[in-house]
Structures are given as structure tokens and as C-alpha cells.
T-cell receptor
Framework: EAGVAQSPRYKIIEKRQSVAFWCNPI?????LYWYQQILGQGPKLLIQ????????DSQLPKDRFSAERLKGVDSTLKIQPAKLEDSAVYLC?????????????FGPGTRLTVL | AQSVTQLDSHVSVSEGTPVLLRCNYS??????LFWYVQHPNKGLQLLLK??????LVKGINGFEAEFKKSETSFHLTKPSAHMSDAAEYFC???????????FGAGTILRVKS
């Protein structure tokens, strides 16, 4: 089966610009996650969707970050305006079991550099 | 809150020698624990998971981990390292609610020929 797809793979922007990332989960996976991985650290969950509803966004900086999953399939994560400390790899993952307790499958990530 | 501590940021071994990557966890209840591997420019891949069944868990590529409640540890081992094992390894605990994963800081494994 096809894995989790993410685009773009790399993005370089200047601070205060906006940027958007796209994720297409594995077909049929109801739960989708966005993680932020800063260099030298483990991934940190930003937001979790169950179908098109938000389950957990407690660590999402809502003043600048937003995410949506309008049709319960693919998702976009947006940063506006970007700060230097947003430089990181943004990982998307999906899982299949109802209630989201299945194995999470990760995409290759989008590496963001903010100058 | 659940957390994990990976005790080594870098581990270097020679090809053919054993691998030991150490992880301690903190949890207010019986945890679900995982090890993930991340090769350069590739996505995270699940190596193995512990979910309160057998305490010795076998994973892919010859890796295994032992859950020790008395020591709050979940160390990852492999009897003989291969060059292809060079990667970053993450110890992970499932959060208290939903399926949130809490990652350790990672251990970079270097395998010398």
C-alpha cells in the first residue's frame, strides 16, 4: 500500500512569511497527526485529527499555526507568520484503528528553514 | 505526565558487535512503549512495541527490547550490528489520552566497519 505522502519535501522562507504543508494519509486511515521535529530533539505532537475533527491541539501555537482536514482525508498545516524558531521538520502520520490506538505510520517529512 | 529519557545521545559500535540503546520511562500507569528508527531522509519506522503482554518484545531486523517495571526501563538490543543499522533511534511512550506519542530525544547509532 502507498505510504503517507507529504509535500513539499523542503521549503526555505524568510521570517514573517507564510508557508503551508500538505499531507495525504494512507487510504482509509481515520486518524492523522502533525508533529514538529526540531534538530536534535524528538518529534512533538502539534495536532491530532480523528476524521475531520480535532482530538488534541494542546501543543499547537494557535497564534501562528493552523491546520485543517476538511474532508477527513488530506490535511494542510499552515504557519503565518513564520519565526526563526519554526525551523524544523514537520512530520505527518496516520493510523487506522478507531479511536486512534493503532500503529502510526509516518511520512518523510517537510524540512522548513526560516531565514 | 508520561515521558521517556534516552540515556545516550550517541552510541558507536563496530559491525558484528552487540548494540544497546538505553531508555527509561516515567508513567503514572502501565505504559505502552515503542522504539522507532529514522534513517536519513526517510520517515520514522516502528521497530517494536510493548503493550503489557510479554515483557521481552521482538521487533524487525533482529532488534528486541525488554520491559522492566522495577527499573522503569525499556532498553533496545541487537546481538550483532550491521552497517545498515546506522540511524537515529527513538524511545516512545504513548500518552495518557488518545494515541499521542511522546518521543525521547533520540540516540544516534554509528556502526563502524
Amino acid at each position: 500500500e502507498a505510504g503517507v505522502a507529504q509535500s513539499p519535501r523542503y521549503k526555505i522562507i524568510e521570517k514573517r512569511q507564510s508557508v503551508a504543508f500538505w499531507c495525504n494519509p494512507i487510504s482509509g486511515h481515520a486518524t492523522l497527526y502533525w508533529y514538529q521535529q526540531i534538530l536534535g530533539q524528538g518529534p512533538k505532537l502539534l495536532i491530532q485529527f480523528q476524521n475531520n475533527g480535532v482530538v488534541d491541539d494542546s501543543q499547537l501555537p494557535k497564534d501562528r499555526f493552523s491546520a485543517e482536514r476538511l474532508k477527513g482525508v488530506d490535511s494542510t498545516l499552515k504557519i503565518q507568520p513564520a519565526k526563526l524558531e519554526d525551523s524544523a521538520v514537520y512530520l505527518c502520520a496516520s493510523s487506522s484503528i478507531a479511536g486512534g490506538l493503532g500503529e502510526q505510520f509516518f511520512g518523510p517529512g517537510t524540512r522548513l528553514t526560516v531565514l | 505526565a508520561q515521558s521517556v529519557t534516552q540515556l545516550d545521545s550517541h552510541v558507536s559500535v563496530s559491525e558484528g558487535t552487540p548494540v544497546l540503546l538505553r531508555c527509561n520511562y516515567s508513567s503514572s500507569y502501565s505504559p505502552s512503549l515503542f522504539w522507532y528508527v529514522q534513517h536519513p531522509n526517510k520517515g520514522l519506522q516502528l521497530l517494536l512495541k510493548y503493550t503489557s503482554a510479554a515483557t521481552l518484545v521482538k521487533g524487525i531486523n533482529g532488534f528486541e527490547a525488554e520491559f522492566k517495571k522495577s527499573e522503569t526501563s525499556f532498553h533496545l538490543t541487537k546481538p550483532s550490528a550491521h552497517m545498515s543499522d546506522a540511524a537515529e533511534y527513538f524511545c516512545v511512550v504513548r500518552g495518557e489520552y488518545g494515541n499521542k506519542l511522546v518521543f525521547g530525544a533520540g540516540t544516534i547509532l554509528r556502526v563502524k566497519s
